[in-house]
């Protein structure tokens, strides 16, 4: 368990640009690291339900004009 755990956290590393690389490199776990990029990659629930709810509103609002 521990290869595979070390073999995943140097996959993840390695297919990272340094700003990402930056967030994570403290993360002893391949988990751990995988959650923290979902969390700033996608957002929390809450953050997409907000983010489609805005989409949802400026459709909502969108005008065709004359010209």
């Not at 953050?47 to 509103?57: G, H, Q, R, Y």
Request: proline content about 3%; some cysteine; aromatic content about 10%.
């Amino acid at each position: 368990m521990v290869q595979q755990n070390a073999k995943s956290i140097h996959t993840i590393f390695f297919s990272l640009g340094p700003d990402e690389y930056n967030r994570v490199s403290l993360c002893d776990y391949a988990k751990k690291i995988w959650d923290k990029l979902e969390v700033t990659n996608k957002g929390t629930s809450r953050v997409n339900e907000s983010k489609i709810n805005l989409i949802s509103l400026n459709y909502e609002h969108f005008k065709v004009e004359p010209d």
